[in-house]
């Protein structure tokens, strides 16, 4: 969805880096989700972020809303193989008079062993 | 724990077929969505439901029809299949509308 962008639109990294993904947009977002899909699967619900500033953890993974509430990170640390896949942000906007749920594009994934 | 149910999971169509796509939900979720996925084109909106007897339009909702006769059944119809329509379907619900949705497993759908 243009008005949900994601960055990168891929990424490959070697196993133990750090790595970040980008989602942003011009409006403000009424909560934020992060989700994960392995190839050939469903999504799965990582993590929810509604207030601006706020950050949560789960493991290696960390996702942060800005306070503006404009922009969402998510953050993985000593990145493994099964890290790999695709996140897509998910996220609540008011879009012409009505709230919308739209997703982004989605980041593909690649740790290398 | 079933979740999510998608039936079925691969199905080849020719083109003018008709068929219906099944998702079952046993989480009492009031809202369902049905969304195509295509290559550089994310997750696209087909048509939702608010609830029991209730549907609305999505952003992609030409060339399909849903219904949803009970609450844990969101059913997508193609009436006459096209090309256009080979996708990857998810299907997904959520509690409200300010939680996460939970998704399906998918349906690869293939239109010759």
């Known amino acids: 969805s243009q008005e949900l962008e994601q960055s990168p639109q891929s990424l490959i990294v070697q196993e133990g880096k750090n790595l970040t993904i980008n989602c942003t947009s011009s409006k403000t977002l009424y909560g934020l989700y992060w989700y994960k899909q392995k190839y050939g699967e469903g999504l799965i619900f990582l993590m929810m972020?509604?207030?601006?500033?706020e950050e949560k953890s789960h493991e290696k993974i960390t996702a942060k809303l800005d306070e503006k509430k404009q922009q969402s990170s998510l953050h993985i640390t000593a990145s493994q193989p099964s890290h790999a896949g695709i996140y897509l942000c998910?996220?609540?906007?008011?879009?012409?008079?009505?709230?919308?749920?739209?997703f982004g594009t989605g980041t593909r994934l690649k740790v290398l062993a | 724990n079933a979740g999510v149910t998608q039936t079925p999971k691969f199905r080849v169509l020719k083109t003018g077929q008709s068929m219906t796509l099944l998702c079952a939900q046993d989480?009492?979720?009031?809202?369902m969505y049905w969304y195509r996925q295509d290559p550089g084109m994310g997750l696209r909106l087909i048509h939702y439901s608010v609830g029991e007897g209730t549907t609305a339009k999505g952003e992609v909702p030409d060339g399909y029809n849903v219904s949803r006769l009970k609450k844990q059944n969101f059913l997508l119809g193609l009436e006459s299949a096209a090309p256009s329509q080979t996708s990857v379907y998810f299907c997904?619900?959520?509690?409200?509308?300010?939680?996460?949705?939970?998704f399906g497993d998918g349906t690869r759908l293939s239109i010759l």
């Open positions: 972020l509604q207030k601006g500033g």
């Open positions: 997904a619900s959520r509690r409200g509308s300010n939680q996460p949705q939970h």
């Open positions: 998910g996220a609540t906007l008011y879009l012409r008079r009505t709230y919308k749920y739209i």
């Open positions: 989480m009492n979720h009031e809202y």
